[in-house]
Structure formats: C-alpha cells, structure tokens
C-alpha cells in the first residue's frame, strides 16, 4: 500500500484475511465512513476479519466476519456493515460530499454533479 493512505484505512487493510488481496477498492469520498465503520465494528468485535472492500452499483460493498470462525453469526455486526452501505449510496465516491447514483459507461457510480461530470468527459 502507498504512504498516502490514511492511517484509518491501513487500519482495516491490516484486518483483511490471508489469502484475499490487501487492497480497499473505493473512492476516497468513502473514508470516512469506511473509517467509522471499522471503529464501531473494532468495539463490538475486536478480532473481525476483512475479506473485501469494494464498490458494487454505486455503494459501499463491505464482506467481513465478526471472527476467523465462519459459523460465528453477529447481527448487531451485519447490521453495522448494512447501515455504512447505505450511507455509501448518498455519498460521493471521490469527495463524500452529497451525491446520486449515475450510470456512466455502463458503469454505476454515486457522484456529486462535479465528479459526475467529470466522469462523463
């Protein structure tokens, strides 16, 4: 990873499972959440594992366990990671400011009307 990731997101890259790629495949509009998201998650769960980080049809896609066990099921967990996925979908991908979801190129992104602009040059 590059030095110019924030030390909140190398934070959940250190927490991304053997085996999956160490990389977090978002805007950087989406930090913050994403960095909220894992602090909340750190406390319910302190042991919780990355497996992907992603964009998904303009939102946030967050797959992770609350433990290395598979068959471990937390709620309060999933329903963190559904509410920071939905956040995701009013927020700018490139600069967290107020968005909407737009198809550019046959690609599905949440834009401010500057970035979606941009994209469409």
């Known amino acids: 990873m590059t030095e110019d990731v924030p030390e909140s997101i190398r934070r959940i890259i250190s927490r ?11 805007g950087q509009g989406w930090y913050p959440i994403l960095a909220r998201l894992n602090e909340h998650l750190s406390e319910m769960a302190p042991g ?5 980080v992603k964009s998904k049809f303009g939102s946030l896609s967050f797959h992770a366990q609350s433990s290395q066990d598979p068959l471990n099921y937390h709620e309060e967990f999933l329903d963190a990671i559904r509410a920071a996925e939905w956040e995701s979908t009013e927020a700018c991908e490139d600069c967290g400011e107020p968005a909407q979801t737009y198809v550019i190129r046959l690609w599905v992104w949440t834009l401010c009307e500057r970035h979606a602009a941009d994209k469409r040059a």
């Open 16 to 26: 991304i499972d053997p085996g999956w790629p160490e990389v977090i495949e978002v």
């Open 48 to 52: 919780y594992v990355v497996h992907q």
